[in-house]
């Protein structure tokens, strides 16, 4: 009778439905709606679990403060622009085709609404919380630089460009893929970028900088000579 009651108290246990990472990913999910609308002071972490389906309990067991959500949206942002950039996707790709995968990858992180509104989160709010300053340069900022600085090194190395600052020129590069249609869009004078402008804007930056870098002038009619006098296109 012991041992029934028993395995009746088990029985009638809430089973586990979702995994941590499954709950935390919602939780990401709902924080990206939030900090956005209502920025960081106003985002609320009971609205975030609220809106993720779990109780402020877990919540906060998963994520203990504010400043570590906010550290997770930045992350989780960054981890997919790193996973498209991979040296295993890069390395079968010739030297245009790389770089126009590289810029198209970190114009579609950056010129797209939700990181838009990040950035105008950062910048608003920044002097009041700079933790998340700090987070969006170290976490965003700094290596998303990285990881370009670190291709065009690596490029450098197979002789293939020659560059005086690998780290100048790839902020260089972050730059001229960007700035001004994310200033304009941040100052709503335009519309973000759709996948076509972002795949042009790529192709022109990759033809400008590699016709400024390449260690060895390209004889005309090579394919290379071919690819940049159309833009870096197929």
């Known amino acids: 009778m012991r041992q029934n ?7 009638r246990g809430r089973p586990q439905i979702r995994s941590d990472e499954e709950t935390l ?15 960081y002071a106003g985002a609320s972490m009971g609205t975030v679990a609220q809106m993720a389906g779990v109780s402020t309990k877990t919540l906060y067991r998963l994520v203990p403060t504010k400043a570590d959500l906010f550290r997770m949206i930045v992350s989780d942002r960054i981890g997919s622009f790193m996973l498209a950039i ?28 939700e990181v838009i509104g990040i950035n105008r989160l950062v910048l608003g709010e920044g002097d009041r919380f700079p933790e998340i300053a ?30 005086e600052d690998p780290v100048l020129a790839a902020e260089m590069l972050r730059g001229m893929m960007i700035m001004d249609p ?11 970028p759709g996948p076509e402008e972002i795949a042009w804007r790529a192709r022109n930056c990759a033809e400008v900088f590699l016709k400024g870098c390449l260690k060895t002038p390209v004889a005309a009619g090579t394919p290379l000579s071919r690819r940049l006098e159309k833009g870096g296109a197929l």
């Open 5 to 11: 009651t028993q395995e009746l108290r088990r029985g």
């Open 25 to 39: 990913r919602l939780i990401i999910e709902a924080a990206r709606q939030e900090f956005p609308a209502k920025g």
């Open 86 to 113: 991979d040296e295993e996707v890069l390395g079968g790709l010739d030297l245009v085709a790389a770089l126009e995968r590289i810029l198209i990858a970190f114009g579609s992180l950056t010129l797209n609404e």
């Open 134 to 163: 700090s987070t969006f340069y170290q976490g965003a900022m700094l290596r998303t630089s990285y990881a370009i600085s670190g291709w065009l090194e690596r490029q450098c190395a197979r002789g293939l460009i020659t560059l």
């Open 182 to 192: 994310q200033r304009a869009a941040m100052l709503g004078q335009r519309p973000v």
